[in-house]
């Protein structure tokens, strides 16, 4: 099932995807259809009892360490951003007036289902309630060597697009060997495939559940391939993922 | 909004804990002479932060349970300011944020700063204080002053660090800033093993008191 969270009809409203629509599940509109173009695209992500752990990974990919002519990392490489940064499908990023070089980033997104800790890669994947495509914005004029890659760069409103849906787990069946895309305006500008993980799921799950306890609804952002280019105010940025779905976000000008 | 609503329980963040990195004069000063080195290259132009996850929150009068091979912890005195609707501080309150010691600023630091339990939290926050700019934190180890942390020695004070915080990401209500931790005269932090206790106080906002302790092997 391909789960999605909306604002429709002066709400939010969940919904799985339904023949080409969106079929809403809870409250007073339940098994009503509406169009995707009708709905304004939200996280697709449940609600938490306290802040969101969103873990992201740099350098995660053979190919992209080589892009940043950086060694491949020996132990994941991974920070942390706030649940803020995240917006919906077809949402607006925005970039600075001053900036010469922002790129997109698509990656898969796992979140938890179950509370994780001390899980052995083995039993990793009984831990994963589902996936969903994420574009990880980074600005590289903002980057400084200090717990790179720093806050600036990673953490900024709007430049963390993620959906548009929330797949169930036992959709995937083979999470590590999904093909991903990035089109800029229709051109396909990165591809590669979730093989190519330095550190894949199941190794990521049982890195972080040693020393941490995830919860349900926390999401590991799983890094991203070669294949990076700059995209400019009007760029309309599709990042997709096999079988997970197609993540709309166009990039407009922030005025200061 | 009134976020400090939450006055009669013992109180829990609502939104993301972020910390800051080297915003005491003191540790930046102490670092300066290799901020141009490899692999830093040059000193940070804006404040470097992180993530303080919530896992690490840890409620008042709650242990700080050692694990997975970890024998000794920094302790981190700092004020964390509990934000408004309106992108102000509404709030504040004493946080003891723990570290695993490490030397190195060059990566993110998840497994030193993101462990269960690693924020030890406040049991009320105080309405927000102008007057914080000037505050003093004693730490006491077992009881004994180890270290006075002095506000009025942040890099960036607390409204220039919203300020330059804001101008990339906007706190949300309920998300805490923590202004930074200070180091001793050495550039270390006090440190705490297990059996220690450690409390940190300040004039007009409740103190933190936890006992460090050690769990069984997993």
Same mark, same amino acid.
């Given at each position: 099932?391909?789960? @999605?969270?909306?604002?429709?009809?002066?709400?939010?409203?969940?919904?799985?995807?339904?023949?080409?629509?969106?079929?809403?599940?809870?409250?007073?509109?339940?098994?009503?259809?509406?169009?995707?173009?009708?709905?304004?695209?939200?996280?697709?992500?449940?609600?938490?009892?306290?802040?969101?752990?969103?873990?992201?990974?740099?350098?995660?990919?053979?190919?992209? @360490?080589?892009?940043? *002519?950086?060694?491949?990392?020996? *132990?994941?490489?991974?920070?942390?951003?706030?649940?803020?940064?995240?917006?919906?499908?077809?949402?607006?990023?925005?970039?600075?007036?001053?900036?010469?070089?922002?790129?997109? *980033?698509?990656?898969?997104?796992?979140?938890?289902?179950?509370?994780?800790?001390?899980?052995?890669?083995?039993?990793?994947?009984?831990?994963?309630?589902?996936?969903?495509?994420?574009?990880?914005?980074?600005?590289?004029?903002?980057?400084?060597?200090?717990?790179?890659? /720093?806050?600036?760069?990673? /953490?900024?409103? %709007?430049?963390?697009?993620?959906?548009?849906?929330?797949?169930?787990?036992?959709?995937?069946?083979?999470?590590?060997?999904?093909?991903?895309?990035?089109?800029?305006?229709?051109?396909? %500008?990165?591809?590669?495939?979730?093989?190519?993980?330095?550190?894949?799921?199941?190794?990521?799950?049982?890195?972080?559940?040693?020393?941490?306890?995830?919860?349900?609804?926390?999401?590991?952002?799983?890094?991203?391939?070669?294949?990076?280019?700059?995209?400019?105010?009007?760029?309309?940025?599709?990042? *997709?993922?096999?079988?997970?779905?197609?993540?709309?976000?166009?990039?407009?000008?922030?005025?200061? | 909004?009134?976020?400090?609503?939450?006055?009669?329980?013992?109180?829990?963040?609502?939104?993301?804990?972020?910390?800051? #990195?080297?915003?005491?004069?003191?540790?930046?000063?102490? +670092? =300066?002479?290799?901020?141009?080195?490899?692999?830093?290259?040059?000193?940070?132009?804006?404040?470097?932060?992180?993530?303080?996850? $919530?896992?690490?929150?840890?409620?008042?009068?709650?242990?700080? &349970?050692?694990?997975?091979?970890?024998?000794?912890?920094?302790?981190?005195?700092?004020?964390?300011?509990?934000?408004?609707?309106?992108?102000?501080?509404?709030?504040?309150?004493?946080?003891?944020? +723990?570290? &695993?010691?490490?030397?190195?600023?060059?990566?993110?630091?998840?497994?030193?700063?993101?462990?269960?339990?690693?924020?030890?939290?406040?049991?009320?926050?105080?309405?927000?204080? =102008?007057? +914080?700019?000037?505050?003093?934190?004693? &730490?006491?180890?077992?009881?004994?002053?180890?270290?006075?942390?002095?506000?009025?020695?942040?890099?960036?004070?607390?409204?220039?660090?919203?300020?330059?915080?804001?101008?990339?990401?906007?706190?949300?209500?309920?998300?805490?800033?923590? &202004?930074?931790?200070?180091?001793?005269?050495?550039?270390?932090?006090?440190? $705490?093993? $297990?059996?220690?206790?450690?409390?940190?106080? $300040?004039?007009? #906002?409740?103190?933190?008191?936890?006992?460090?302790?050690?769990?069984?092997?997993?």
């Amino acid at each position: 099932m391909k789960h @999605a969270r909306i604002a429709w009809s002066g709400a939010v409203q969940q919904a799985v995807e339904f023949d080409g629509q969106l079929r809403i599940t809870q409250g007073p509109h339940k098994g009503h259809l509406v169009s995707w173009d009708d709905v304004v695209w939200l996280p697709p992500l449940p609600p938490v009892p306290q802040a969101r752990t969103v873990i992201a990974l740099g350098l995660n990919y053979a190919d992209h @360490a080589k892009e940043l *002519e950086f060694k491949a990392p020996q *132990e994941p490489l991974a920070f942390m951003k706030g649940e803020a940064a995240f917006i919906g499908h077809k949402a607006l990023t925005k970039r600075p007036a001053d900036v010469k070089y922002m790129h997109y *980033e698509c990656e898969l997104a796992v979140v938890m289902g179950r509370t994780a800790r001390h899980v052995q890669k083995a039993d990793a994947y009984d831990y994963v309630g589902g996936y969903t495509v994420a574009n990880d914005y980074a600005i590289r004029d903002y980057l400084e060597n200090w717990y790179r890659p /720093n806050l600036r760069v990673k /953490n900024r409103d %709007t430049c963390t697009p993620i959906g548009p849906w929330l797949v169930d787990a036992a959709d995937v069946p083979h999470p590590m060997a999904l093909k991903l895309q990035t089109t800029v305006n229709g051109k396909v %500008t990165q591809s590669g495939s979730t093989a190519d993980m330095i550190f894949d799921v199941p190794t990521l799950i049982e890195y972080f559940s040693s020393f941490m306890t995830l919860q349900p609804g926390d999401v590991i952002l799983t890094g991203t391939p070669d294949g990076i280019v700059d995209c400019q105010p009007g760029d309309v940025i599709v990042t *997709e993922i096999e079988g997970i779905g197609a993540l709309t976000n166009t990039i407009v000008k922030a005025h200061p | 909004m009134p976020l400090i609503r939450t006055l009669q329980h013992p109180w829990q963040p609502q939104g993301t804990v972020y910390g800051t #990195l080297l915003n005491f004069q003191r540790e930046w000063d102490l +670092w =300066a002479p290799r901020m141009h080195d490899d692999p830093h290259k040059a000193p940070p132009q804006q404040p470097v932060l992180y993530v303080k996850s $919530a896992n690490t929150f840890n409620a008042a009068g709650h242990d700080l &349970v050692l694990l997975d091979g970890v024998t000794e912890v920094d302790v981190g005195a700092s004020l964390g300011l509990v934000m408004g609707d309106d992108g102000q501080a509404q709030a504040g309150a004493l946080l003891l944020d +723990w570290s &695993v010691p490490h030397a190195s600023y060059f990566r993110p630091p998840i497994k030193f700063r993101c462990r269960d339990g690693y924020l030890g939290l406040s049991q009320v926050l105080t309405p927000f204080q =102008a007057a +914080w700019d000037r505050l003093e934190i004693e &730490v006491l180890l077992n009881g004994a002053v180890v270290q006075r942390v002095a506000l009025s020695t942040l890099k960036r004070s607390i409204p220039q660090l919203l300020s330059d915080v804001s101008d990339f990401m906007t706190l949300q209500a309920g998300d805490v800033l923590m &202004v930074g931790t200070d180091c001793l005269e050495t550039g270390l932090r006090p440190r $705490a093993r $297990a059996g220690d206790t450690v409390e940190i106080r $300040a004039a007009g #906002l409740a103190s933190v008191v936890q006992k460090v302790t050690t769990g069984s092997p997993a």
